[in-house]
């Protein structure tokens, strides 16, 4: 019981994403500060230190530098293009909002029309909330979406209004688009849950039963276009306009029953290929005319086989405005099941039918009760799923495990337990758990797993992998050193065919970042002890003393936000103490660890670790007891 089953509700259209930019670093591989920046000179270009959370300005002053970071600059005349520092959308308020999303189809049952769900096709999906990446320095296989409500309706007849767990986006692919490059040529996988309870309607034929616990919401986004060209970007900025990036959304609603405990993604059989076999027409991709498909879910139930192919089959589009986008067409596609030398078709993949494949999300159903051939092969418990084209052979094989994990997205305290990670808004265990063939190994049974740990800044010199243990069984509590602050990435191996590459930089790249499995780990720092500025340091939430001013605040707390996220500044600029003074009380309330989910818990990012959140809150305490004794 999963995405697999029915039944299933499938929507597509446009979204919208506004992430501020200036935190990416995403030049700091290779661009360096020229000899007229001085002591600065040989520097990487990146504005944000990820592991101490601090902004790196070259030693300019606050007004110089938040100047110096919305125009272009020639850094390697030689090499380079001249480079806006804050890259593409400074100003970003990392919102997440539809744009136009409709259901595209309903399915009740194998090869069945919408049946009792024709009242959704064409009804519409509304929402709002945030994104922020784990590690903001870099393309972390791991960006993060919160939503505050999403809605899906048709009129006045409301059919789910809910609020979804934290989803991390994974499978990150950058051969998604044949004629695109860069992030415009990538897309990704989402998946979130919804469970029934108080605030929730689910008013869906099918979704009643008691075993239905509430819902899965699975898509996948692709295809990124914001307005480019840094004399553009540099009028947007003029006006302190943002410059959000419009994507394609695809995807699905299914029921999440009571036995399911995997919350980020399918379970079943995984379908992956290292190899670009196959030629695009022209080079102008990630994969310079040669690409690869991305990863499939697969399962069997009985004589139904179904398999998860919204992620797996690139668009062929130039960056126009068409949608949705054609298919890139690469020749005939079969799926089939093998064992030993015995080999079945299961059926035909119609991958470049764009609607019908809207309709049904992409997940293709397979009936093999009138298969023999199929049936026999798949008789045997060692019997593997590919996918084969007439031209290139396979394409997608199965792999040998498919490791899942509930904490694709986590956050520790420097100094913290290693033990307990911040994921869902509370802290829990970061585990892993393991599929072979489409059955879950027991921990009495699995063999055991290497967990694999890469550091994965400052970008410009990552980390090598380091098997942090070797014996770790499914189910066993992850733990992790947390002397250091920073970011670090974690994957997991059973056979040695399994093993990442030595290097992290191998390790962003596809097929690695597409097909492995993956937890992005942000260790916040705690490094300075800010104990000194508290009348009660023990106390649990503790007031300022005298010595805690403004100027400590705005330097260990508010300072990198200012500077790098400037969007907050329309509120109230962070530098302004009687400002920020005003607002101590809607700092306080929106700096709870209680909203942590929320969009509207602060900063955005999340990326403001214990210590600093502390004395933050114990300024903004000091603040209202002395209006308080004022009054």
Not at 21 to 39: F, H, K, V
Not at 228 to 256: D, M, S
């Amino acid at each position: 019981m999963s995405l697999f089953d029915f039944p299933r509700i499938n929507f597509q259209g446009t979204l919208q994403l506004n992430p501020g930019t200036a935190n990416n670093d995403d030049y700091a591989q290779g661009t360096t500060l020229p000899e007229s920046y001085g002591p600065y000179a040989g520097s990487p270009l990146g504005l944000i230190d990820s592991k101490t959370v601090e902004p790196r300005t070259y030693g300019m002053s606050d007004a110089d530098f938040i100047a110096w970071v919305q125009k272009q600059h020639q850094f390697n005349p030689t090499t380079q293009k001249p480079i806006i520092p804050a890259e593409w959308n400074y100003y970003g308020d990392m919102s997440s909002q539809n744009l136009v999303i409709t259901v595209a189809g309903a399915q009740t049952g194998v090869g069945t029309g919408p049946g009792s769900l024709a009242d959704l096709v064409g009804a519409t999906l509304t929402f709002n909330g945030v994104i922020t990446d784990v590690n903001s320095e870099g393309s972390p296989p791991s960006t993060q979406f919160f939503f505050d409500t999403i809605k899906l309706a048709a009129g006045t007849k409301t059919f789910l209004q809910a609020t979804p767990n934290k989803g991390a986006c994974q499978w990150l692919n950058f051969y998604r688009n044949v004629n695109l490059t860069a992030d415009a040529g990538a897309g990704g996988y989402v998946y979130h849950v919804i469970r029934k309870g108080p605030g929730t309607t689910i008013d869906i034929p099918g979704f009643e039963a008691p075993n239905v616990v509430g819902v899965i919401f699975r898509y996948y986004l692709y295809r990124p276009i914001s307005k480019g060209g840094n004399e553009v970007i540099e009028k947007i900025y003029e006006n302190k306009g943002t410059n959000p990036a419009t994507l394609q959304i695809a995807g699905t609603f299914a029921p999440l029953y009571s036995d399911e405990t995997i919350f980020t993604g399918p379970v079943g059989r995984l379908l992956t290929f290292a190899t670009t076999n196959i030629n695009t027409p022209t080079k102008n991709n990630n994969g310079g005319g040669k690409i690869a498909l991305a990863p499939a879910v697969l399962r069997q139930d009985g004589n139904k086989i179904s398999a998860d192919f919204i992620g797996t089959f690139p668009e062929n589009n130039n960056g126009n405005t068409t949608a949705p986008d054609p298919k890139f067409n690469f020749g005939a596609v079969t799926l089939v099941a093998s064992a030993g030398t015995q080999t079945a078709a299961i059926g035909p993949v119609d991958y470049t039918n764009v609607p019908a494949g809207n309709a049904s999300g992409w997940i293709f159903d397979f009936d093999i009760s009138s298969n023999p051939a199929a049936q026999q092969v798949l008789a045997n418990p060692d019997a593997v799923f590919s996918l084969q084209s007439a031209e290139y052979g396979p394409v997608l094989t199965e792999t040998n495990h498919y490791f899942v994990s509930n904490q694709q997205g986590i956050y520790a305290e420097q100094f913290g337990t290693g033990a307990l990670f911040r994921n869902q808004g509370t802290e829990e265990p970061a585990t892993v758990r393991v599929f072979r063939y489409g059955k879950e190994l027991p921990a009495s049974v699995c063999p055991p797993i290497t967990v694999w740990q890469y550091r994965s800044v400052p970008l410009q010199a990552p980390g090598n992998r380091e098997a942090i243990a070797t014996g770790l069984r499914p189910g066993d509590p992850i733990h992790v050193d947390t002397v250091q602050p920073g970011n670090f990435l974690f994957t997991f191996s059973i056979d040695t065919s399994e093993e990442p590459p030595v290097s992290y930089n191998d390790f962003m790249n596809p097929p690695y970042i597409t097909n492995y499995p993956a937890i992005s780990l942000r260790i916040l720092p705690n490094y300075v002890n800010f104990d000194q500025y508290y009348v009660d340091p023990a106390a649990p939430e503790p007031i300022g003393n005298a010595s805690l001013t403004f100027d400590i605040v705005y330097t260990h707390a508010l300072r990198t936000y200012y500077l790098l996220y400037p969007v907050m500044n329309m509120v109230f600029p962070l530098n302004d103490e009687a400002q920020v003074a005003a607002k101590a009380g809607g700092i306080l309330a929106r700096t709870e660890l209680s909203i942590w989910m929320n969009s509207g818990y602060m900063p955005r990012t999340r990326d403001m670790s214990q210590s600093r959140r502390t004395l933050l809150r114990a300024w903004c305490r000091k603040v209202l007891a002395g209006k308080a004794k004022a009054k």
